[in-house]
């Protein structure tokens, strides 16, 4: 296996469990849901419901496609929108995860300052889990598309 499918690989299987447990809650489970938010409302609402099993669809999309990304051969003319909304997802991933789990950290240093409503303990699972999570799964994302770059063609000769 190519190490571009490898790292596709890795990203459904980070992907697959974030999802997972979406699915989990979707279906009524309460394991670790107060890790996110320890609001009664959180999936309560009908809103919040349908947002949750949006929430998995998207991350089920974004399960499949960095392997489509890379397995569809170079020369189907969808292999580049693949390829484009691959990179979509790796900058979403990554600057989502980058960005809250850098803030998370500074929260738990005590370098930025929370409210006094503010959940701790959902505070603690964002900075070391969930958060990091969506960064790992784009940095995995960008470096399947990274290393599943199409050679470039070989020029024809005349003899």
Do not use: C
């Not at 392997?67 to 991933?93: C, H, K, N």
Request: charged share 10%; proline share 7%; no cysteine.
């Amino acid at each position: 296996m190519t190490p571009s499918r490898i790292f596709a690989v890795a990203a459904g299987v980070v992907g697959g469990l974030f999802a997972a447990i979406s699915v989990y809650w979707g279906l009524g489970g309460g394991w670790l849901l107060d890790t996110v938010d320890d609001s009664p409302a959180a999936t309560s609402s009908t809103a919040a419901h349908a947002a949750l099993w949006l929430s998995v669809i998207a991350k089920l999309v974004a399960v499949i496609l960095p392997w489509l990304a890379v397995t569809v051969p170079s020369a189907r003319p969808r292999r580049r929108l693949l390829r484009r909304l691959g990179w979509v997802e790796a900058i979403v991933l990554v600057g989502y995860g980058g960005v809250l789990t850098s803030v998370g950290l500074l929260v738990q240093l005590d370098i930025v300052p929370v409210g006094v409503n503010a959940d701790e303990r959902a505070l603690r699972w964002h900075a070391y889990l969930w958060d990091p999570w969506f960064l790992i799964w784009g940095l995995l994302v960008a470096t399947a598309l990274l290393t599943g770059r199409a050679p470039a063609p070989v020029p024809q000769t005349s003899p």
